[in-house]
């Protein structure tokens, strides 16, 4: 079975500062994908990056950057000099190829709230 | 705006009514997702469609039930509603419905059961 982890409830730190954001999956499938998405507070839920499990690459997306560990299974989201924007819920989620024909919805972790102060 | 949209934004009902929550999927899109994201059970998949077909079931309730039409809008109806049903229930589409690629979320229907 699938899992993903945030062991991380909720994070605050003062704006500007860099945070990262942990989740650790489990799955037995060789093949699978992970994503990571933003809630703000007003509720959406926005796609932020895919990542699959063949390429290891680190990316970077302006100030925020993703950090892929196949040995640890952990999928790290960092964010450089923080702003107030950021404060959101933001979770890591997972789906494998061979679950239900590669059909079976994002398994979510339970979600990491980001608090920025100014 | 991911392109997704549910209707209505907020329902408010009593216990053993029935509603139906309505989705339009991104132009383009042929799978829709259901979601119920509640307080203790966080982000959870409920039922995928693709143009039209039932694909995966996830945890969704006896109770519950849903269909893609040939326009693919998706409706998703629950009966017999408890207490425990208060959620906010999203809706995402994507292209083929296939694994690898990623989700877009509506902004979800805020359900509140009295």
């Known amino acids: 079975a699938q899992k993903v982890t945030q062991a991380q409830t909720e994070i605050s730190v003062v704006e500007k500062e860099d945070v990262t954001l942990d989740c650790v999956y489990e799955?037995?499938?060789?093949?699978?994908?992970l994503f990571w998405y933003k809630q703000p507070p007003s509720g959406e839920l926005v796609f932020l990056i895919r990542?699959?499990?063949?390429?290891?690459q680190n990316e970077i997306s302006g100030r925020y950057s993703w950090n892929f560990q196949k040995s640890t299974s952990s999928f790290n989201f960092t964010i450089t000099a923080s702003q107030v924007v950021d404060s959101a819920v933001y979770f890591c989620?997972?789906?494998?190829?061979?679950?239900?024909?590669?059909?079976?919805?994002?398994?979510f972790g339970k979600g990491t709230h980001l608090i920025i102060q100014p | 705006d991911s392109g997704v949209t549910q209707t209505p934004k907020h329902l408010i009902t009593a216990t053993g009514q029935r509603v139906t929550l309505r989705c339009s999927p991104r132009?383009?899109?042929?799978?829709v997702y259901w979601y119920q994201q509640s307080l203790d059970q966080g982000l959870q998949f409920l039922i995928q469609?693709?143009?039209?077909?039932?694909?995966a079931k996830g945890n969704i309730l006896e109770r519950f039930s849903a269909q893609q039409f040939p326009d693919l809008h998706s409706e998703l109806n629950l009966s017999s509603l408890e207490l425990g049903d208060s959620a906010l229930y999203f809706c995402a589409s994507s292209f083929t419905g296939q694994s690898n690629q990623p989700q877009h979320f509506g902004d979800g229907t805020r359900l509140s059961i009295l």
């Open positions: 989620a997972l789906s494998d190829f061979n679950s239900g024909g590669g059909a079976d919805g994002l398994t």
């Open positions: 132009s383009g899109d042929l799978s």
């Open positions: 799955t037995r499938d060789t093949t699978y994908y």
């Open positions: 990542r699959n499990s063949f390429d290891e």
């Open positions: 469609y693709y143009n039209g077909e039932e694909r």
